[in-house]
């Protein structure tokens, strides 16, 4: 067993990524990270911070900008809007999604996993 662990290495790619670590042009840090972000809608209340209005019907469609503009028209002017719509206020939220340790890490990352992506 001593003989058969003493000849266990490593894989490859770990000293491939502390390569990369090592020598990663201009990242004035001792212990870089690279994080990968994606966007995520959530509704808030619209009397704080928000990133936009958004219309939405029973059925969960999104109002087009013509349908918006009328309807946020009317929520100005105080009068109700056709009982089918609701306003909802929304903000865009940065969600974690992965970390790395190299830049390359979240390049290979986004190229294999970037269309899953907002």
């Not at 790619?13 to 670590?21: A, K, L, W, Y």
């Not at 059925?59 to 100005?76: F, I, M, P, T, V």
Request: aromatic share 10%.
């Amino acid at each position: 067993r001593i003989e058969e662990m003493q000849t266990k290495s490593a894989p490859d790619s770990f000293g491939i990524i502390g390569e990369n670590i090592r020598t990663q042009d201009n990242r004035i840090t001792s212990d870089p990270m690279f994080c990968v972000y994606q966007k995520r809608e959530i509704v808030v209340d619209a009397d704080y911070d928000y990133d936009r209005i958004v219309w939405v019907d029973e059925d969960g469609n999104e109002a087009n900008k013509l349908q918006s503009r009328r309807l946020e028209l009317l929520h100005e002017n105080f009068r109700e809007p056709p009982e089918k719509w609701r306003r909802v206020a929304v903000k865009d939220i940065d969600e974690f999604v992965t970390c790395c340790f190299t830049e390359q890490g979240c390049k290979d990352y986004l190229a294999v996993n970037g269309h899953n992506l907002r």
